[in-house]
């Protein structure tokens, strides 16, 4: 009766399995990597701005240092400013970003289903959102005047356009087969719109969501810098005519770190869309 002979662990064998755990380490240092790579830039700019004024490179009241800026930020927060300056901003971007995302979306719709109302919207359409925001100004000025409707408007108009483009690039991209299965089943084109058309484009909206968000933030602090008396855009222009720039550069922080937050949010939502949508409507 032959013994089995059972193997015994060897050099060789232990390299092999060092091979097979040195891909999953590496996996893990490209993915630590990756996720520090966008930290790499603002690490090294805050580094360059530390050094500069501790070796007086800078004078400080060009560019205050940033123990200045923290302390700046400690009492605007404790007096209560920086959270009303701040609410109002917020209030001032929700609401015309929705109203630019609520029209954006029934233009776009319109556009996408309708080849005769693309005809003629279109090429008009096009040669206006080539106008930027601040051309726009000096009109509304003279019709709505210095108050908050301008404000919303031009918030509005800055959200309206991605929407508009990637709602009409989104229901043109319907898979043509599922249409024609549609067709085939007896859907009417409400159906057609409803089970077909507006799943396959929610990637595409959601990624012209995100993009709005950003023109109208961005539109938010211009129109504040240009016309008006409260929120971060007036804390900047404040702070500069005063000459405190320790006041601009905590305002320019904030600013800043809400945008990148939402911006965060929305692109983790919009991944989600994407991980939700069904197979049939995937690239």
């Not at 029934?106 to 040669?127: D, Q």
């Not at 409803?194 to 799943?199: E, S």
Request: glycine share 8%; hydrophobic share 50%; proline share 7%.
């Amino acid at each position: 009766m032959s013994e089995t002979a059972i193997p015994l662990p060897t050099a060789n064998g232990d390299a092999r399995g060092a091979q097979r755990h040195e891909p999953r380490a590496r996996k893990w240092l490209r993915r630590i990597s990756w996720q520090l790579a966008p930290w790499l830039l603002p690490a090294t700019l805050f580094a360059l701005w530390t050094i500069g004024c501790d070796r007086g490179w800078i004078a400080p009241q060009i560019l205050p240092p940033p123990s200045r800026v923290y302390e700046t930020f400690v009492d605007l927060a404790r007096s209560g400013d920086l959270a009303s300056h701040t609410l109002i901003s917020l209030q001032r971007v929700m609401l015309g970003f929705a109203i630019g995302t609520l029209l954006g979306f029934v233009i776009g719709a319109a556009l996408g289903l309708s080849r005769t109302f693309e005809a003629y919207v279109l090429p008009g359409f096009n040669a206006l959102v080539q106008i930027p925001v601040l051309g726009w100004l000096p009109f509304l000025l003279l019709l709505v005047g210095v108050g908050e409707p301008l404000k919303y408007i031009l918030i509005a108009h800055a959200a309206l356009v991605p929407v508009t483009l990637s709602t009409l690039q989104g229901f043109r991209q319907s898979p043509p087969s599922l249409d024609e299965v549609a067709r085939g089943y007896g859907y009417s084109r409400w159906q057609r719109i409803v089970h077909v058309v507006l799943p396959a484009a929610v990637p595409t909206l959601a990624t012209g969501v995100r993009l709005a968000f950003t023109k109208a933030w961005l539109a938010l602090v211009v129109v504040e810098l240009v016309a008006s008396s409260e929120g971060l855009g007036y804390l900047i222009v404040y702070g500069r005519q005063l000459f405190q720039l320790d006041l601009v550069m905590a305002s320019v922080v904030v600013v800043g770190a809400i945008g990148f937050v939402v911006n965060r949010l929305l692109e983790a939502l919009e991944a989600r869309l994407r991980r939700g949508q069904p197979s049939a409507f995937r690239d």
